[in-house]
Every structure is written in structure tokens, then in C-alpha cells.
């Protein structure tokens, strides 16, 4: 019933900047919480940053703080993660994470607090 699906994950150079498209198909988006989170191969999945639509909050993990930017589009039903400075140490495939069931609180950056996931898309970063 609702889908998710990332693109914009590119190969670029240590400084650059990249934004990531999540576009949401089905569903009411504009009361769902969502997140980005990356994995890197043979490690866990990562939170990266999430937006809670019950105050307009953003949330960030520390490593991508005052470099990364989660926003959203309520008519385009998407989220966005604007990201600056990039660091091999960014490398990934980022996926977009979507609450779609809000029950309380919002432990944004726990894997289990969302309903669905995108497939994810690929960001790799030279130095």
C-alpha cells in the first residue's frame, strides 16, 4: 500500500554536495514520521536524520550534523536530504524510512519505529 522509493545517490569527490529524493506513493505522507538511514556493506544500518510531523522537528546523528538537511514536500508527497561536505566516511546506501502509524512517542533513530522502507540508493565518496 506504501512505497518508497530513494534516488540521487551518485560517486562523487571528498567536499561535494548531493541531495537525495524520496518519493512516497500511497498513504496520508504529510502525518508520517521519516528518516534517512545508510549501511555500509558488512555493517549495521545507521540513522542519519528524521522529520516528525507532529512539531516539524529535525533530527540529526551527530557525524552528519551542520552537513546534512532532511526536509519534506507535502504536495510532491517527498522527503529530501541535502547533503554538504561529504566524507568518504558517507559512503552508503541510504534508504528512506517512513512512520506511517504514530502512537506516541518518536524514537526517530531506532529501526524499528518505522513502517517502510525504500529499497535504498548508493552514495560513494572518493578522497
Known amino acids: 500500500q506504501v512505497q518508497l522509493v530513494e534516488s540521487g545517490g551518485d560517486l562523487v569527490q571528498a567536499g561535494d554536495s548531493l541531495t537525495l529524493s524520496c518519493v512516497v506513493s500511497g498513504g496520508t505522507f504529510s502525518t508520517y514520521g521519516m528518516a534517512w538511514f545508510r549501511q555500509a556493506p558488512g555493517k549495521e544500518r545507521q540513522f542519519v536524520a528524521a522529520h516528525s510531523w507532529t512539531n516539524g522537528n529535525a533530527f540529526y546523528a551527530e557525524s552528519v550534523k551542520g552537513r546534512f538537511t532532511i526536509s519534506r514536500d507535502n504536495v510532491k508527497k517527498a522527503i529530501y536530504l541535502q547533503m554538504n561536505s561529504l566524507k568518504p566516511e558517507d559512503t552508503a546506501v541510504y534508504f528512506c524510512?517512513?512512520?506511517?502509524?504514530?502512537?506516541?512517542?518518536?524514537?526517530?533513530?531506532?529501526?524499528?519505529?518505522?513502517?517502510?522502507w525504500g529499497q535504498g540508493t548508493q552514495v560513494t565518496v572518493s578522497s
Open positions: 524510512a517512513a512512520e506511517a502509524d504514530y502512537d506516541g512517542g518518536f524514537q526517530y533513530s531506532k529501526t524499528f519505529t518505522y513502517d517502510y
